[in-house]
């Protein structure tokens, strides 16, 4: 399959205001609406924006399978969107959702849980490093 993502139709002035990277993609980082829990990491290109934005499910870009995924069609796991916004540089997207079940595949809540490098890192040295504990 090709490399390239077919057109989209994401809204131009939305489209030109993003920065990609050399693959097309942006990072969409997916955040619990409520508690400001980060839950994942995805990527999306204007397609997969342009879904997220007017269905109301996140829409990602696999990268590794080269097609298109809504988060939870086949684990039940949905994210319904709230909110979406872009970072200052463009570069970079942020979906607030409400997440129904774990975000992350291995069956985590967040695909942060389970490899905390740092706890209590208020400075060199007074932090508590995971793999001690």
Do not use: N
Request: charged fraction near 25%; charge should be negative.
């Amino acid at each position: 399959m090709s490399s390239t993502p077919p057109p989209s139709s994401l809204a131009p002035e939305i489209a030109a205001r993003l920065k990609r990277a050399a693959d097309g993609l942006v990072p969409a980082i997916a955040q619990q609406y409520d508690t400001g829990e980060v839950l994942m990491l995805g990527w999306m290109d204007d397609e997969a924006l342009h879904r997220t934005l007017t269905t109301g499910r996140c829409t990602y870009w696999s990268r590794s399978r080269r097609e298109y995924w809504v988060k939870g069609d086949t684990s039940g796991h949905v994210q319904h969107v709230k909110s979406v916004a872009l970072d200052c540089d463009a570069d970079t997207v942020l979906v607030k959702v409400d997440q129904v079940g774990a975000a992350c595949h291995t069956g985590d809540r967040t695909c942060f849980d389970a490899d905390v490098l740092l706890v209590d890192g208020g400075g060199a040295g007074s932090g508590t490093v995971a793999a001690d504990q």
